[in-house]
């Protein structure tokens, strides 16, 4: 079974910055890509950014030059530096691996955290 446990969500004050993290355990051999998207309240789950397994990066045109997503192979592990946060930046933010393959062969082709809350307020 593979897990995705995120961390680094909080209250922050617009203009500000967080860093969530999200690591995947299990008996992992290869992740494709790993990403984060969120949900605001009354609004579907969108994608915020990506990574390949080469390092491909994908953005949301709303978080371009302000959001960076990295990730370690080695460790199973992704994250997304947000910079110059927005009210507009709430929202429940999910850990995302697609194609996640297992050392027995196996592969879990979406998985998802549960998420953590980011807050952008004054």
């Known amino acids: 079974q593979v897990q995705l446990v995120e961390s680094g969500g909080g209250l922050v004050q617009p203009g500000g910055s967080l860093r969530l993290s999200c690591t995947a355990s299990?008996?992992?051999?290869?992740?494709?890509?790993m990403g984060w998207y969120r949900q605001a309240p009354g609004k579907e789950r969108e994608l915020v950014a990506a990574?390949?397994?080469?390092?491909?990066?994908t953005y949301a045109d709303s978080v371009k030059e302000r959001f960076t997503i990295s990730r370690d192979n080695a460790k199973n592990l992704v994250s997304v530096q947000m910079n110059s946060l927005k009210p507009e930046d709430t929202a429940v933010y999910y850990c995302?691996?697609?194609?996640?393959?297992?050392?027995?062969?196996?592969?879990?082709?979406?998985?998802w955290g549960q998420g953590t809350l980011v807050t952008v307020s004054s």
């Open positions: 995302n691996a697609q194609r996640v393959v297992t050392i027995l062969g196996g592969m879990y082709f979406q998985t």
């Open positions: 299990g008996r992992i051999s290869s992740i494709d890509t």
């Open positions: 990574i390949s397994l080469d390092g491909i990066t």
